[in-house]
C-alpha cells in the first residue's frame, strides 16, 4: 500500500471521539468497565437470543464481538507499542460473528468475559506511558494515534451498547 493511500485521522475517528466526548482515556476505559457492571444479566437472559430484525446478532454475539474486537485492538496497540514494526491486516467481523459460538454460552460468562478484557485492557494503557501514547501507528489503511486505539475500545463499547439499549432491551415483552 502506497503512503497515499494512508488515512491519517480516519473519519471514524471524528465518531469515536463524539462517543467518548473528550474524555481522557484512563477515565474513559473506566466509565466503560461500569457500564458493563451495570448490565443487567436478568433483562439479557429474558430477551434470550432474540434479534431485532433476521439475520442480525444476539445480544450473546454482540458481546462476543465486542470481547473479540478489544483483543485485536489491545494486540495492534501492544505491536505499536513495542516497536514491533509488522503492520497488523484488517479482520472481517462478519467471518468472525459466523464462527462464534456465542449463543451456546452463558449471557453471565461473556460479561464476565468482557469485564476480565477490559480490566486487562485498562492494565495495558496505564503502562504507557505519554510518549507511548502519543506514538502514531499506521495498520492496514489508516494511522491514528496509539490513546486513539483505547478511545476505539470505549467508543465501539458505546455504540454497541446503544444499539442494545434502542434496538434489543424492547424485545423482552
Request: hydrophobic share 40%; aromatic share 10%; glycine share 4%.
Amino acid at each position: 500500500m502506497k503512503n497515499q493511500e494512508i488515512k491519517k485521522d480516519p473519519a471514524f475517528l471524528e465518531y469515536v471521539y463524539q462517543l467518548t466526548a473528550g474524555t481522557q482515556l484512563e477515565e474513559a476505559l473506566q466509565l466503560s468497565l461500569n457500564e458493563i457492571d451495570a448490565l443487567d444479566i436478568a433483562q439479557f437472559k429474558r430477551i434470550g437470543l432474540k434479534t431485532y430484525e433476521q439475520d442480525k446478532w444476539t445480544i450473546h454475539k454482540i458481546l462476543q464481538h465486542l470481547i473479540d474486537w478489544e483483543r485485536i485492538w489491545c494486540f495492534r496497540a501492544i505491536i505499536f507499542a513495542r516497536g514491533e514494526g509488522t503492520i497488523p491486516e484488517a479482520h472481517d467481523q462478519e467471518i468472525m460473528g459466523n464462527n462464534s459460538n456465542a449463543d451456546e454460552l452463558p449471557i453471565e460468562q461473556l460479561i464476565d468475559e468482557l469485564r476480565i478484557v477490559r480490566q486487562s485492557t485498562i492494565m495495558l494503557f496505564k503502562s504507557f506511558n505519554a510518549e507511548i501514547l502519543e506514538m502514531n501507528c499506521r495498520f492496514f489503511e489508516y494511522e491514528m494515534p496509539l490513546s486513539s486505539m483505547g478511545l476505539t475500545i470505549v467508543a465501539h463499547q458505546i455504540h454497541h451498547f446503544n444499539v442494545i439499549k434502542n434496538k434489543y432491551l424492547v424485545l423482552e415483552e
